[in-house]
């Protein structure tokens, strides 16, 4: 079992990101079912789906989902799962209403400094090809370094 973590910086006092709980299941089921275009699973989620996924997430401990908040409010997701020396990036999700507030780039900015002080400084992700989500992943530091046959490898180089 994982405990809870809260990542804050000063640089950021209004965006926080914390530890999903079971409270959020049902929040996470909605944004990741709205945003299924942009992710490599393309069916619905269901609660007994999204339930197993968070009970099997709540064993692996080198995977971390955090619900970021904008001044108290649910803004979106984003995640990290570590994996031998490196760390992928997941479920990068906003919430309906927050695009393009800067919230989800400030929340990128606090997950990439957590996972660099605290894990790993090799930090990546993949990206569906065709994604306009590519643009965001450029502004917060990402460089294309890979594809593969239906996406595009991402590594974080700092902006």
């Not at 405990?3 to 965006?15: I, Y």
């Not at 990741?32 to 007994?48: L, P, T, Y």
Request: hydrophobic letters at 40%; one cysteine or more; charged letters at 25%.
């Amino acid at each position: 079992m994982k405990g809870t973590l809260t990542v804050a910086s000063p640089a950021e006092p209004r965006v926080r990101l914390r530890s999903a709980g079971p409270d959020d299941l049902e929040q996470l089921r909605l944004w990741k079912n709205g945003a299924k275009a942009g992710f490599f699973f393309k069916g619905d989620i269901n609660a007994a789906m999204q339930k197993a996924w968070f009970a099997a997430y709540l064993e692996r401990p080198g995977d971390f989902l955090f619900i970021v908040e904008h001044d108290g409010r649910k803004a979106g997701c984003l995640g990290f799962r570590l994996e031998k020396d490196a760390a992928e990036v997941y479920n990068v999700i906003a919430a309906p209403g927050e695009e393009g507030k800067g919230t989800m780039t400030a929340a990128m900015r606090l997950l990439c400094a957590h996972i660099g002080e605290h894990h790993t400084k090799t930090i990546g992700c993949l990206v569906l090809k065709g994604n306009p989500a590519l643009a965001f992943y450029e502004r917060c530091g990402f460089r294309i370094t890979g594809e593969g046959t239906d996406h595009d490898v991402l590594t974080f180089t700092r902006p």
